[in-house]
């Protein structure tokens, strides 16, 4: 009985242990059939297939690109791919990243630096904005992919010179609710990065600085103090939508959009939306720079978008900066912008004549970004903008003293990662 | 064998006393037993002692992901931030107010509806499974048409109860409509337990109770709620539990902005998003600890036992 019942069970545990291994061994069976998989962890980009499949093409059999769709939540695609870096997953090469995590992936290092040829290309022709992006102390760690900025939308049926303050704009709202017309002013104001973005270009705009610049100290300097005044002062003078504490974009441009507002703070992709959703509204949509908060020093804005890194548990890094150059080269970003709505980090590609009209705004955009606002870099981002956004919220409790050191005090601590995250 | 086992038995009980001879068999039972049970109580103290105390030793450490280099041992030092801290006795004020609101009205709920299925005379099947129905539906899938429903301009319930404002984003209305979901998900839940408690009344002793001229009320106040002691305490102490370590409705309806978070909420935001495994291991601990309390609480103070067992070693 002894040695057919071993038998047996050697033959279960076999079975049980392929079981298990099959997946693995599948996915390996794929790599070396196929030759080297590079995998590219993405958010969701309706026309970035067709990216990969071109780069397939270039690649000419040296690798073939697997595109992995990540969650279309920016917490979920953070959490899926830090979880994974943690536990030194080895099947993750390209990684989309926000530009506000590069800090965090590199300090952990969990992402590749960039060096020699690579680099120099990966930097060339970026505009200076999203260059900064890629980087963390002095070194880079990513190739900007592409980048985005918000601008100052008005209607030119109620507003004849777009104002260059927000003191302006909160005088010309004030003048046109006199005038019983539509003299809101949105932006987006609940209790999220959202809310964040907006203090962050009114402290870009005077020239300060929340953190010190290698994001070691919560410095809330004289600019980050005013700016915090400017944004009480916007909220509490009435020109504001009365939800200012629920809204996020959506709301903003649906708010807009249905034509009780004079004023917009957003991303161009309300430009494209409102034509399809109120073409009334949209004959009368013009644009312009953010506004500033002394006169003659003009506003400034926070830039976001993405940017390309590889893993540091990539077997094959060498394919996988390569894959990176083909997907954000100028004719994928053109393609991209024009089919995905995504702003191009590359100067050149908005001389390019297709851009012109999927893009009518975008010599304020490229202006923009020549000289945005930066977020905070940090490793710790994540603490330092729950900690922002909780304690700006609702901006007109702000007391810009009071605030500001109770920010010093929460904000060390987040970057320190000592304190309790809200 | 049974030829041969006989003169064995009576050879052994010569040697010593019948007794032992019989302890002897019952040891080597009692030994393939403990073997038998070996390895699924190794792996049940595997997976359920190992993270607990992996935990504890993460609790002792300053350890945050984005900076592997300066994880060190800190002791104490991360109880203390966290129980100095302010959104951690929010976060606890706030689970503690819904774990109470949310188990008061499902105990009120659950036992009505415990009645209505006992001595539903028509279509009792037809009850009973329409009563479940909100336990069998997922909580996030729930939790999201809730939200759906409570959100401003495209929610049904939130046009109809507050047409101006957005109910999700003030902090009592919030905390209201989570207290709600919770209710009406594991009302059912309650509703079962109780029946099953229902059930060990005897009719007898309600007829008696009514021959004897006691009110409906009476009878179940008098005669059921101490026939179903042990049932009811045991469904409370399932349901306190349960309700401590809330997650999915808060996570879906409100991420635990305006301070609706509980303490789950606040340990999954700086465990996995803050990516701080000190103060987040911290943070299991103490709802490890708290549940801990709860339970003994249930079990010592007011005496909960499994239905049935009450008789057997308790005060």
Redesign the interface.
């Known amino acids: 009985m002894g040695r057919p019942t071993r038998g047996g069970r050697r033959a279960a545990v076999l079975l049980g242990a392929a079981l298990l291994v099959a997946p693995a061994l599948a996915a390996c069976g794929a790599a070396t059939d196929d030759g080297i998989v590079v995998n590219l962890y993405n958010p969701p980009e309706e026309n970035l297939s067709k990216v990969v499949e071109t780069c397939n093409q270039r690649a000419g059999g040296r690798y073939r690109i697997a595109l992995t769709t990540l969650p279309r939540g920016a917490?979920g695609q953070?959490?899926q791919m830090?979880?994974r870096l943690?536990a030194g997953d080895t099947d993750m090469d390209v990684l989309n990243l926000d530009i506000t995590w590069t800090p965090?992936f590199a300090?952990?290092?969990w992402i590749r630096e960039w060096t020699g040829r690579h680099k120099e290309e990966a930097e060339r022709d970026v505009l200076p904005g999203p260059l900064a992006s890629t980087r963390w102390r002095g070194r880079t760690y990513a190739a900007a992919k592409n980048s985005n900025v918000q601008l100052l939308w008005y209607r030119s049926d109620l507003v004849e010179e777009p104002p260059t303050t927000w003191q302006e704009v909160i005088r010309t709202a004030q003048e046109l609710q006199q005038r019983g017309k539509p003299g809101t002013v949105l932006l987006t104001g609940?209790?999220?990065e959202g809310l964040v973005v907006n203090y962050s270009n009114m402290v870009g705009a005077l020239d300060g600085h929340i953190l010190s610049e290698d994001g070691s100290r919560a410095v809330l300097d004289d600019g980050a103090v005013r700016a915090l005044e400017t944004l009480r002062d916007l909220a509490r003078s009435g020109v504001t939508s009365p939800?200012l504490?629920?809204q996020r974009e959506d709301d903003v441009r649906l708010g807009f959009q249905s034509g009780n507002a004079a004023f917009q703070v957003n991303w161009p992709f309300v430009h494209p939306a409102t034509r399809a959703g109120n073409p009334q509204v949209f004959r009368n949509m013009k644009w312009a720079p953010l506004p500033g908060v002394e006169p003659g020093k003009p506003g400034k804005a926070t830039i976001g978008g993405a940017n390309y890194t590889v893993s540091s548990y990539s077997r094959h890094p060498d394919e996988a900066f390569d894959a990176v150059l083909c997907l954000r080269d100028a004719a994928n970003q053109k393609f991209q912008a024009v089919k995905d709505g995504l702003p191009p980090t590359l100067a050149s590609v908005y001389d390019e004549p297709e851009m012109a009209e999927a893009y009518p705004m975008r010599d304020v955009i490229r202006e923009q970004l020549r000289n945005p606002a930066l977020r905070p870099m940090t490793?710790?981002y994540?603490?330092v903008s729950?900690v922002l956004s909780t304690v700006l919220s609702p901006p007109s409790a702000i007391d810009p003293k009071a605030t500001a050191d109770r920010l010093r005090k929460e904000l060390q601590d987040a970057i320190e990662?000592?304190?309790?995250?809200? | 064998m049974s030829a041969t086992a006989p003169p064995a038995m009576a050879n052994e009980a010569t040697k010593r006393p019948g007794r032992r001879a019989l302890s002897e068999g019952k040891r080597a039972e009692r030994r393939l037993g403990w073997l038998l049970c070996a390895p699924a109580a190794i792996v049940m103290v595997a997976v359920t002692g190992w993270p607990i105390l992996y935990s504890v030793w993460l609790s002792l450490q300053r350890y945050d992901l984005r900076f592997p280099n300066q994880r060190e041992f800190v002791g104490l030092a991360n109880y203390a931030t966290v129980l100095t801290n302010s959104y951690w006795w929010q976060a606890f004020g706030v689970t503690s107010l819904i774990t109470v609101l949310s188990v008061v009205i499902e105990l009120v709920l659950g036992m009505a509806l415990a009645l209505v299925m006992h001595w539903a005379f028509v279509g009792r099947g037809l009850v009973r499974t329409v009563t479940l129905v909100p336990y069998g539906i997922v909580t996030v899938v729930a939790a999201f048409s809730w939200r759906y429903a409570w959100s401003q301009d495209v929610g049904y319930l939130a046009r109809l109860f507050s047409p101006e404002g957005a109910p999700l984003t003030e902090r009592a209305s919030a905390l209201a409509i989570i207290v709600l979901a919770e209710v009406w998900k594991t009302t059912p839940f309650m509703a079962l337990l109780l029946m099953a408690g229902l059930a060990l009344v005897p009719s007898e002793l309600l007829r008696a109770a009514a021959m004897d001229g006691a009110s409906a009320w009476q009878r179940f106040t008098k005669v059921i709620v101490p026939v179903m002691r042990p049932a009811i305490l045991v469904a409370l102490l399932f349901r306190t539990l349960d309700a401590f370590r809330i997650f999915d409705n808060v996570f879906v309806l409100t991420a635990g902005s305006q301070g609706t978070s509980s303490v789950s909420m606040l340990t999954f935001n700086n465990l996995i998003r803050g990516l701080n495994l000190g103060i987040g291991a911290t943070m299991s601990v103490l709802i490890f600890l708290a549940v801990a309390a709860i339970a003994f609480v249930f079990v010592k103070v007011f005496g909960t036992a499994a239905p049935g067992s009450e008789k057997e070693g308790r005060r």
């Open positions: 917490d953070r959490e830090v979880r943690a965090e300090e952990a290092g609940a209790q999220y939800s504490t629920n490793p710790a994540q603490n729950t990662s000592k304190g309790v995250l809200p």
